[in-house]
């Protein structure tokens, strides 16, 4: 394969074939991927993007692995972690450009470190700006969307698109950003001056409504989206009794019942059993369909 001779000439150890997927998971499960590549700039991804469409391979992007659930069968094709794309920017006193695979808590320590407010409520939220730009991240109605100037993607056909703020739908853990397999490439978020104590007395307010997140196990945060601000799913799922659920070694948390837990050697599949049987016991008993708010990698997924 001429091909592929030729991408491991230029990735060297940051292309591998048969990775697997569970190594780059928060859930600590998923099957391997055929290849799986970390590029380091734009021209690689476009290399990456560009022999997909030639060898028709299908193609995914995955952040820091912290909201999908991967198939034990993993995913046959090539997935580009953004791992090294990390680069920072400042482009004025409360201006910064991040490039995708920029973690969250860096953004964090970042701002705290020049006093700058707005990102405090992405405290204890893991993953990468592309993921939280795709999924509008937040916690308690504050969204990563408040801080974006303008969002920078490859798209498919490998044109660039830059999105201002207000071209983007912004939806509850969702945004128009999700459809259309595009690359988020890089970001330019805006914070408010503020001071160190504000800035530490505002993560404080954020770490201690996460105090009722489990503190064991692998997990992916919430598994569904709540119904709506009176029907969060977590809560729905305790009064029926779904809490110490489990399907081999993935359990519902007794903890937060809409965090499903791998207690150690859970597979993908144990996970997904349980995940369908919360949703047909919320289903059957209060008549609602809970939306997944994790994304499924790899497949297919018997409902
Ligand atoms: C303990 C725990 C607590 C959590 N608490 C919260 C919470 O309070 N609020 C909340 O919103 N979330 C929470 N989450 C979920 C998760 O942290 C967020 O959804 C996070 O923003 C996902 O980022 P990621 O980089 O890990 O994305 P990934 O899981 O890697 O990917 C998520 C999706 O985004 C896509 N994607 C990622 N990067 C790119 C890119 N550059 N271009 C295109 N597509 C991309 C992927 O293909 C995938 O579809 C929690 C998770 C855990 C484990």
């Known amino acids: 394969m001429w091909w592929l001779s030729e991408l491991e000439q230029r990735f060297g150890k940051r292309l591998r074939k048969d990775e697997f997927l569970k190594k780059h998971t928060s859930w600590h499960v998923g099957g391997k991927a055929a290849f799986f590549a970390e590029p ?27 909201n999908v659930l991967v198939h034990d069968k993993g995913f046959e094709g090539i997935v580009i972690s953004t791992k090294s794309l990390r680069g920072i920017k ?19 320590s970042l701002t705290r470190k020049e006093n700058l407010s707005g990102w405090e409520h992405m405290a204890g939220i893991p993953g990468t700006l592309g993921g939280a730009l795709i999924g509008n991240a937040g916690v308690a109605g504050k969204t990563v969307e408040e801080r974006v100037v303008w969002v920078e993607s490859l798209e498919r056909n490998l044109s660039h698109k830059k999105w201002e703020r207000d071209d983007i739908k912004w939806d509850y853990r969702d945004s128009s950003l999700a459809q259309g397999n595009r690359f988020i490439l890089r ?11 504000t800035v530490d007395s505002s993560i404080n307010y954020y770490a201690q409504k996460r105090s009722n997140q489990p503190s064991k196990g692998f997990s992916a945060g919430s598994v569904f989206k709540n119904i709506s601000p009176v029907e969060p799913a977590g809560l729905l799922l305790e009064k029926y009794h779904c809490k110490g659920l489990s399907e081999g070694n993935a359990s519902v948390s007794d903890r937060h019942a809409n965090f499903i837990i791998n207690n ?18 919320i289903l059957e008993n209060h008549g609602k369909w809970l939306d997944l708010e994790v ?9």
């Open 40 to 66: 380091i700039n734009e021209q690689e991804i476009l290399r990456l993007i560009h022999m997909a469409r030639e060898k028709s391979l299908s193609l995914i992007v995955l952040g820091g692995g912290t």
């Open 90 to 108: 400042r482009l004025g006193e409360t201006r910064f450009i991040f490039e995708a695979g920029v973690l969250t808590s860096q953004i964090l």
């Open 187 to 197: 970001a330019c978020l805006d914070f408010r001056p503020s001071t160190r104590e």
């Open 264 to 281: 150690g050697n859970a597979t993908s599949n144990e996970i997904w059993r349980l995940i369908k049987r919360c949703r047909d016991i």
């Open 295 to 303: 994304n499924l990698i790899g497949g297919p997924w018997r409902q």
